[in-house]
Structures are given as structure tokens and as C-alpha cells.
T-cell receptor, first 108, second 114 residues
Framework: DAKTTQPNSMESNEEEPVHLPCNHSTISGTDYIHWYRQLPSQGPEYVIHGLTSNVNNRMASLAIAEDRKSSTLILHRATLRDAAVYYCIPLNNNDMRFGAGTRLTVKP | ETGVTQSPTHLIKTRGQQVTLRCSSQSGHNTVSWYQQALGQGPQFIFQYYREEENGRGNFPPRFSGLQFPNYSSELNVNALELDDSALYLC?????????????FGPGTRLTVL
């Protein structure tokens, strides 16, 4: 199983972009890269996923390195509601393995 | 569309007892996964059920067992409770459980073992 390394915590100012990095150097060629986030007192929620190409959706963008050993979740304009723990998860089957994630604090 | 629901919200048990937690999946989803989340840690995969059959299991002992019913709702049973079983138990439903599928999580059941 691919292991991930994420910063324990990051801070951002409201309305500014946030780049959340994830290292997954042991990822296999068939692993999709998923990002979920967990707001306080809630279950995790899906943010975005991709395989090789960069991906965009209404919540965020996902930039995947060409060698796929790292990826970056981009929140274009952080809001206070984006304060959460963000998890990156390489996945090629049903076994979703969460690491410790990055706790994002957004300052007004 | 009804989201994933879990019951009960909170539960207190004593060591050695047994507990059953319940999960109703989102409409149209036939896959349910269960996770254990200890305080300050990420969720840990327990197992997944797809169309009433276990379809993958994490590193949990056999005293953690489950069921999925024809309506795709699910139960997690834990026997011989230990203090370390105190955690938030999350269930998530998805259409197929595959690598490109989105999992939708419920709010969790907080289990305290005394």
C-alpha cells in the first residue's frame, strides 16, 4: 500500500489560495489519488480525485506531478468553512487508507 | 436524496460487552464501508460490504464483524469490547466501492468503552 506524507498543519488567510501538498512516492501505476476532508464533528467528505491529469471541480483543483509521486490540492480562495483536516489517499481498490492528514486553519 | 445515517449517535459500554452499530446507506448505493477513528487520528478501514458480501477487510480482529441487508443497510458488531475500542465509528456508502467511486460518510457513532 502506498504511504503518504502530509504536513501536520497549515495556516491560511481567508480569501487567499491554499496549496496542500502530499507526497506518495510509493504509489502504484493504478492508484487513483483521492482527497477527502473532515470538518469538525463530521464524517469525511469527498473533495476531488485524479489519476494522471490535473483535475478541477467546484471545490478545488488537483495538481498531480508528472511522476505521480506527489500531488497538491489547491483551494483557490479559502473560506472559514474550509477549516478542516485534509487527507490524500492513493486508492486502487476498496481499501481507503487515511493517514493523519493536514489540519488547515483559516484566519479571518 | 437521503444521506448516510448512523445510529445511535453516542453509546457507552463496559469492557467485555457486545455492541451493534447501524448504518443506512444513501439511496442507490449498494456498498457500505466501515471505519474506526480514534481521537486525533485518521479513520482506519475495518471492512466493506458489497451486495451483502464482505468485500475486503482491514487489520481488525474477528471480533469485529458485520452484516449487510437486502436494502443495503449495514450493521457493525463488536464482541468482547476492549478499552481501545473507544472511538468514532464511521460508515460510508458508495455505488460500487471501486477506486473511482466517491464514498459518502455518515456522521458517525461515538463509542465509549469503560
Amino acid at each position: 500500500d502506498a504511504k503518504t506524507t502530509q504536513p501536520n498543519s497549515m495556516e491560511s488567510n481567508e480569501e487567499e489560495p491554499v496549496h496542500l501538498p502530499c507526497n506518495h512516492s510509493t504509489i502504484s501505476g493504478t492508484d487513483y489519488i483521492h482527497w477527502y476532508r473532515q470538518l469538525p464533528s463530521q464524517g469525511p467528505e469527498y473533495v476531488i480525485h485524479g489519476l494522471t491529469s490535473n483535475v478541477n471541480n467546484r471545490m478545488a483543483s488537483l495538481a498531480i506531478a508528472e511522476d505521480r509521486k506527489s500531488s497538491t490540492l489547491i483551494l483557490h480562495r479559502a473560506t472559514l468553512r474550509d477549516a478542516a483536516v485534509y487527507y490524500c489517499i492513493p486508492l486502487n481498490n476498496n481499501d481507503m487508507r487515511f493517514g493523519a492528514g493536514t489540519r488547515l486553519t483559516v484566519k479571518p | 436524496e437521503t444521506g448516510v445515517t448512523q445510529s445511535p449517535t453516542h453509546l457507552i459500554k463496559t469492557r467485555g460487552q457486545q455492541v451493534t452499530l447501524r448504518c443506512s446507506s444513501q439511496s442507490g448505493h449498494n456498498t457500505v464501508s466501515w471505519y474506526q477513528q480514534a481521537l486525533g487520528q485518521g479513520p482506519q478501514f475495518i471492512f466493506q460490504y458489497y451486495r451483502e458480501e464482505e468485500n475486503g477487510r482491514g487489520n481488525f480482529p474477528p471480533r469485529f464483524s458485520g452484516l449487510q441487508f437486502p436494502n443495503y443497510s449495514s450493521e457493525l458488531n463488536v464482541n468482547a469490547l476492549e478499552l481501545d475500542d473507544s472511538a468514532l465509528y464511521l460508515c460510508a456508502s458508495s455505488r460500487t466501492g471501486g477506486a473511482t467511486d466517491t464514498q459518502y460518510f455518515g456522521p458517525g457513532t461515538r463509542l465509549t468503552v469503560l
